[in-house]
């Protein structure tokens, strides 16, 4: 990580902001998964983003100018998914990782956020939604009616890498198309009762 942060300055200058969305998924129930797999996939999903934020950040550091760190999490890290626990646990990891660089980073000025995408269509993904009538389900339990692409993914992280967001700090803004707030919408009941 120390030479890519060293290209990138020798390139660029001193990094202002840096994203963080390196990520492997490892679908295993928890109780039949193996040590090896489970530190493979915090190795990645958590300990490279703490890896790349110490390279870069000492940049930003050095420099004696403010910068942004934005992690990308998932909506996974709130809601677990079974068979999905080393892939829940390293995401909901990047949460608490950012608070505590808000911490330790603010004198800095450097600010920590975390993206939370839900459902959103990328070629990682791509297995996922190659079914029509699984795409419809999907569609049908987000408020917004559609599934997430790419770009409202990118935008919410340009805003928060960006000096539009210089007062936003240890945030996790949910870019999930409103999914987040449907669970009480999947237990129907008649109206007038609780």
Known sequence: ???????????????????????????????????????????VNLTGALLCTKAFAAQMIAAGQRG??????????HYPQGGSGAYC??????????????????????RSNVVSPGMVRTPATAASYADP???????????????????????????LASDRSSYVNAQ?????????STLMETTKRPLGTC
């Not at 840096?18 to 797999?37: C, G, S, Y």
């Not at 942004?68 to 996974?76: C, P, R, Y």
Request: one cysteine or more; proline letters at 4%.
């Open 1 to 43: 990580m120390i030479a890519a942060a060293e290209r990138v300055r020798s390139a660029l200058g001193p990094c202002r902001a840096l994203v963080t969305n390196a990520a492997i998924r490892h679908r295993q129930p928890l109780m039949e998964m193996d040590l090896h797999a489970w530190n493979r996939v915090l190795a």
């Open 68 to 77: 942004s760190l934005v992690h990308v999490s998932s909506l996974i890290a």
């Open 89 to 110: 646990a390293s995401k909901a990891g990047l949460l608490t990782l950012s608070r505590t660089l808000t911490i330790e980073l603010g004198e800095h000025g450097i």
């Open 133 to 159: 009538e699984l795409v419809a389900a999907r569609q049908r339990m987000i408020p917004t009616g559609r599934i997430g692409e790419p770009a409202d993914l990118a935008n919410g992280i340009a805003f």
């Open 172 to 180: 996790d803004i949910i870019v999930d198309g409103g999914v987040n």
